[in-house]
T-cell receptor, first 114, second 111 residues
Framework: NAGVTQTPKFQVLKTGQSMTLQCAQD?????MYWYRQDPGMGLRLIYY???????DKGEVPNGYNVSRLNKREFSLRLESAAPSQTSVYFC?????????????FGSGTRLTVV | GQQVMQIPQYQHVQEGEDFTTYCNSS?????IQWYKQRPGGHPVFLIQ?????EVKKQKRLTFQFGEAKKNSSLHITATQTTDVGTYFC???????????FGTGTRLLVSP
């Protein structure tokens, strides 16, 4: 009953470095999402994957790329990190994109770019 | 694009007082969800409202969906210290598949 698992939990990067945030869910959900959370800004959608094999941009996709590796896993890549990408990143999943059921969130990755 | 605003941004109450947060969308919603995020934690799904004028209760929490399906509210009766956290609404527009989260209301409860 792990739900949504994110790794790492904390990360410090230097400007220009790259990294991949990993996300895996064990609920057999079809849809997965990446959000960033900044103070006073709520949760903003970066990218989402409505189903295995598809990905789409959200509100704030610039500077990020994603890969839906299989039904379970959805990774987020920062190719050249910038201080503006300092944030808390949450992965979430749902049964399907238009599901009437709530999203299940992972515990988050706290990223600092210096 | 669709925008979802919440007020107030922050509220500090004494334990036992009531609390209400309001959510307003720039467009008509097909449904609205509410989430709670404890300090340092992740959002946790509370409830979903679908019908115009719908009211749902969970113990001391009462959720309402406006008649026009453009606004919603969460009311907590007799707050407890365990209610501390940020409450987010999230709306899905008609024809859209993605949820748009509100800016959240941070609740602090003093004993």
């Amino acid at each position: 009953n792990a739900g949504v698992t994110q790794t790492p939990k904390f990360q410090v990067l230097k400007t220009g470095q790259s990294m991949t945030l990993q996300c895996a869910q064990d609920m057999n959900h079809n849809s997965m999402y990446w959000y960033r959370q900044d103070p006073g800004m709520g949760l903003r959608l970066i990218y989402y994957s409505a189903s295995e094999g598809t990905t789409d941009k959200g509100e704030v996709p610039n500077g990020y790329n994603v890969s839906r590796l299989n039904k379970r896993e959805f990774s987020l890549r920062l190719e050249s990190a910038a201080p503006s990408q300092t944030s808390v990143y949450f992965c979430a999943s749902s049964e399907y994109a238009g599901s009437l059921y709530g999203y299940t969130f992972g515990s988050g990755t706290r990223l600092t770019v210096v | 694009g669709q925008q979802v605003m919440q007020i107030p941004q922050y509220q500090h109450v004494q334990e036992g007082e009531d609390f209400t947060t309001y959510c307003n969308s720039s467009t008509t919603l097909s449904n609205i969800q509410w989430y709670k995020q404890r300090p340092g934690g992740h959002p946790v799904f509370l409830i979903q409202l679908v019908k115009s004028g719908e009211v749902k209760k969970q113990k001391r929490l009462t959720f309402q969906f406006g008649e026009a399906k453009k606004n919603s509210s969460l009311h907590i009766t007799a707050t407890q210290t365990t209610d501390v956290g940020t409450y987010f609404c999230a709306g899905r527009g008609t024809g859209f598949q993605k949820l748009v989260f509100g800016t959240g209301t941070r609740l602090l409860v003093s004993p």
